[in-house]
């Protein structure tokens, strides 16, 4: 198999020179659990369950309003907006707006697209769904078995005083570490986040795990060279790409199964 050589200009710095130089070798799927010492845990979507958590809260702001779309129709068209918000705002490289700011564009966008007129503080009513997110229903319990032989730590793109309040009293476990790409100031999946994430930690990239049901993580992670789970949730395609996940499982019951 031929692989084509990356030459990058010398501005784009070493994280993202070294990741390039181990795109490949490390893409092995035959992975030594032994070198494995951090879990980094994507939060929205595979931690926390978004849909379930907001749909209530959208269906019932939809209620009184005169329109056809579900709240399930509006979950989706939201979510998927947010993800361009958020590719936006690291490649404009305008300042890092954070995960609420681009979740409130997002909604914004969305109603605007289905003619729905709202209100400033109707919006910020809604966001304020957010803070009430709650975990899937056998995370708490496979987290607990996997943090008796890995360090966990939070690797998200929340901000970082959201992260604090979903952990402390929606995510009913403990976590070693809590990270913020507020710290990098860019969204994953830009390298910077997984790379500077492992010297926070004091590991090489190697050492380091990111679970996520985003295929984009995965892949965002894979590209620097960490192993990497794919949670599956929603039995999605994977990204076409030679760089896939080392794990994929459905739930954190088959993760805590394939790392225990």
Request: net charge negative; charged share 20%; aromatic share 14%.
């Given at each position: 198999?031929?692989?084509?050589?990356?030459?990058?200009?010398?501005?784009?710095?070493?994280?993202?020179?070294?990741?390039?130089?181990?795109?490949f070798a490390m893409n092995s799927v035959d992975i030594?659990?032994?070198?494995?010492?951090?879990?980094?845990?994507?939060?929205?979507?595979t931690v926390l369950d978004l849909a379930g958590s907001?749909?209530?809260?959208?269906?019932?702001?939809?209620?009184?309003?005169?329109?056809?779309l579900s709240a399930d129709?509006?979950?989706?068209?939201?979510?998927?907006?947010?993800?361009?918000?958020?590719?936006?705002?690291?490649?404009m490289m305008l300042g890092h707006s954070g995960y609420l700011e681009t979740a409130r564009r997002a909604l914004v966008h969305t109603l605007q697209s289905n003619h729905i007129e709202t209100t400033t503080t109707e919006v910020d009513q809604l966001m304020e769904a957010?803070?009430?997110?709650?975990?899937?229903?056998e995370v708490t319990e496979a987290l607990e078995r996997l943090g008796q032989r890995y360090r966990l730590v939070v690797l998200s793109n929340g901000?970082?005083?959201?992260?604090?309040?979903?952990?402390?009293?929606?995510?009913?476990?403990?976590?070693?570490?809590v990270v913020s790409v507020d710290v990098m100031g860019a969204f994953k999946p830009h390298p910077s986040v997984y790379r500077r994430t492992a010297r926070i930690l004091d590991l090489d990239v190697q050492q380091c795990l990111m679970v996520s049901a985003?295929?984009?993580d995965v892949l965002g992670a894979k590209t620097?060279?960490?192993?990497?789970?794919?949670?599956?949730?929603?039995?999605?395609?994977?990204?076409?790409?030679?760089?896939?996940?080392?794990?994929?499982?459905?739930?954190?019951?088959?993760?805590?199964?394939?790392?225990?």
């Open positions: 198999m031929a692989f084509c050589e990356f030459r990058l200009p010398a501005s784009f710095g070493d994280d993202v020179a070294v990741g390039l130089g181990t795109l030594d659990l032994n070198e494995i010492q951090a879990l980094t845990f994507d939060v929205f979507g907001l749909t209530p809260f959208i269906a019932e702001f939809l209620q009184p309003r005169k329109t056809d129709q509006c979950w989706s068209q939201w979510r998927a907006r947010q993800r361009i918000e958020q590719y936006q705002d690291t490649i957010w803070m009430n997110l709650s975990p899937f229903p901000n970082r005083y959201f992260l604090d309040h979903l952990v402390e009293n929606r995510i009913d476990a403990t976590f070693d570490e985003n295929s984009f620097c060279g960490l192993r990497a789970a794919f949670v599956n949730r929603l039995q999605v395609p994977y990204e076409d790409s030679p760089l896939v996940p080392d794990i994929t499982v459905d739930d954190f019951n088959g993760l805590a199964t394939a790392l225990l």
